[in-house]
């Protein structure tokens, strides 16, 4: 039988403690994750491509007072003890696009290759799902496409998207040759960042699927890169390039790559909220311009039921399921997928 196993007490255990717990348990291997919410994300991951494998997962470190996150879990000392019995999850970043180590090829570091879990959420294919269960639009009425929309919001991205690694590489060098202390302020603040990225509800338009959205997006993007280069003068992206031809990333999926919480807070839900409103709205419109029948009526009340049940906002949080659903869609998963059935041959 299937352990259904998550520790909230005993996390991040010693190694001898850990063997003992899996012994007694009835545990195959365990896994370290960022924290609580990351539990679901890599339990749902590992249900679906080894529904075989006994696996307990610990959101905490129990040595450090209940610290989480990338750091704990790529400790030296988990690093040291990975291996068939204990595996490693996390979000990848920035770190795959940089072929970043101990992340990049680890066998038994599992990470996202997109951003963060939060990226997986509002893939195309999860958001026009959500949008489906939760306005119920008439084919006629559907005139927004997620897909088409998020591609050109990439292809607007992209520019910056390069600037973000080559700075990020930069860190991660200092980094690596123990020189943290000279790290300093991001080049490309946060708060850059968000001005950029971010949607605002009042400027969402979807006419011509939110084309005038995009078209200050890329004014955004713009000047944010002339603001760069007028400050750096010496930036050479060749490599960068380079990498992302290699790692075969192309200028419709920066969606995957930029930063999730981002994306999922200022991007994806901005416009959802809009997407849905106006769905529901023109559906009441149908109903109210229809012949009155006590069919249209029991419709009418249907529809209204249904909504009322439903938040999308919920919805949208485990919107990395359609991810599993549809593989062939969310190319970043197929590759976890790939890693996973690795391990499995490996084990």
């Given at each position: 039988?299937?352990?259904?196993?998550?520790?909230?007490?005993?996390?991040?255990?010693?190694?001898?403690?850990?063997?003992?717990?899996?012994?007694l348990?009835?545990?195959?291997?365990?896994?370290?994750?960022?924290?609580?919410?990351?539990?679901?994300?890599?339990?749902?991951i590992?249900?679906?491509?080894?529904?075989?494998?006994?696996?307990?997962?610990?959101?905490?470190?129990?040595?450090?007072?209940?610290?989480?996150?990338?750091?704990?879990?790529?400790?030296?000392?988990?690093?040291?003890?990975?291996?068939?019995?204990?595996i490693?999850?996390?979000?990848?970043?920035?770190?795959?696009?940089?072929?970043?180590?101990?992340?990049?090829?680890?066998?038994?570091?599992?990470?996202?290759?997109?951003?963060?879990?939060?990226?997986?959420?509002?893939?195309?294919?999860?958001?026009?799902?959500?949008?489906?269960?939760?306005?119920?639009?008439?084919?006629?009425?559907?005139?927004?496409?997620?897909?088409?929309?998020?591609q050109?919001?990439?292809k607007?991205?992209?520019?910056?998207?390069?600037?973000?690694?080559?700075?990020?590489?930069?860190?991660?060098?200092?980094?690596?040759?123990?020189?943290?202390?000279?790290?300093?302020?991001?080049?490309?603040?946060?708060?850059?960042?968000?001005?950029?990225?971010?949607?605002?509800?009042?400027?969402?338009?979807?006419?011509?699927?939110a084309?005038?959205?995009?078209?200050?997006?890329?004014?955004?993007?713009?000047?944010?890169?002339?603001k760069?280069?007028?400050?750096?003068?010496?930036?050479?992206?060749?490599?960068i390039?380079?990498?992302?031809?290699?790692?075969?990333?192309?200028?419709?999926?920066?969606?995957?790559?930029?930063?999730?919480?981002?994306?999922?807070?200022?991007?994806?839900?901005?416009?959802?909220?809009?997407?849905?409103?106006?769905?529901?709205?023109?559906k009441?419109?149908?109903?109210?311009?229809?012949?009155?029948?006590?069919?249209?009526?029991?419709?009418?009340?249907?529809?209204?039921?249904?909504?009322?049940?439903?938040?999308?906002?919920?919805?949208?949080?485990?919107?990395?399921?359609?991810?599993?659903?549809?593989?062939?869609?969310c190319?970043?998963?197929?590759?976890?997928?790939?890693?996973?059935?690795?391990?499995?041959?490996?084990?």
């Open positions: 039988m299937k352990a259904e196993n998550t520790l909230l007490d005993n996390d991040f255990p010693d190694i001898d403690d850990r063997n003992a717990e899996n012994i348990l009835n545990i195959d291997i365990a896994c370290y994750v960022e924290g609580m919410e990351d539990v679901h994300f890599w339990k749902d590992f249900d679906a491509f080894a529904p075989e494998l006994n696996i307990i997962f610990y959101p905490y470190s129990r040595e450090n007072n209940l610290k989480s996150g990338k750091q704990t879990v790529l400790s030296e000392r988990n690093l040291k003890n990975s291996g068939p019995n204990l490693l999850c996390v979000d990848s970043d920035l770190e795959y696009l940089l072929k970043n180590q101990p992340l990049f090829n680890h066998p038994y570091i599992f990470h996202t290759y997109a951003y963060s879990i939060e990226n997986y959420k509002i893939s195309p294919a999860a958001l026009a799902r959500i949008v489906e269960k939760s306005s119920y639009p008439d084919a006629n009425i559907c005139g927004f496409s997620f897909v088409k929309f998020m050109e919001y990439s607007a991205t992209y520019p910056l998207l390069r600037y973000i690694l080559y700075f990020e590489k930069q860190k991660l060098e200092q980094i690596a040759n123990k020189q943290a202390h000279i790290v300093s302020e991001p080049h490309i603040s946060e708060k850059e960042l968000k001005s950029v990225l971010c949607l605002k509800p009042n400027e969402i338009c979807l006419t011509d699927n084309n005038e959205v995009i078209t200050g997006l890329k004014n955004r993007v713009s000047n944010l890169i002339d760069i280069k007028k400050k750096h003068s010496n930036i050479d992206l060749n490599h390039d380079k990498t992302l031809s290699e790692l075969n990333v192309q200028k419709t999926d920066t969606y995957w790559y930029l930063n999730g919480h981002i994306m999922y807070d200022c991007v994806a839900k901005i416009v959802m909220g809009k997407v849905i409103i106006d769905y529901r709205k023109e009441r419109q149908w109903f109210k311009s229809q012949e009155p029948t006590e069919m249209l009526k029991a419709k009418q009340k249907e529809y209204h039921n249904l909504l009322k049940n439903i938040d999308w906002k919920t919805l949208l949080n485990d919107g990395y399921m359609y991810c599993l659903i549809s593989l062939n869609r190319h970043p998963m197929q590759k976890i997928k790939q890693d996973v059935e690795r391990y499995r041959v490996s084990d």
